[in-house]
């Protein structure tokens, strides 16, 4: 699974992360914060919560408005 991660320029477009290298920032850290890009299918993220819980750690996702336009926003995902 990849994911987009969010993007640092309004115009630029997002880098992508696979699943392998998120659980591995995890581990060494033992908890991370990742920013997604909206061009993120929800059903996506619900599948990485559902990875993490699985290895029984906890997942905490909101969506993060950051401007006044319908279309500009983010994911906040705390793994811990």
Do not use: C, W
Not at 54 to 74: D, I, T
């Amino acid at each position: 699974m990849e994911l987009k991660i969010a993007r640092s320029e309004h115009d630029t477009k997002p880098k992508k992360i696979d699943l392998k290298k998120i659980t591995e920032m995890v581990e060494k850290t033992n908890s991370l914060i990742l920013y997604f890009d909206r061009e993120n299918s929800h059903k996506d993220l619900l599948a990485l919560q559902d990875h993490f819980e699985g290895e029984g750690k906890s997942f905490y996702m909101r969506e993060v408005r950051f401007g006044l336009s319908a279309n500009e926003y983010m994911y906040e995902v705390h793994i811990l």
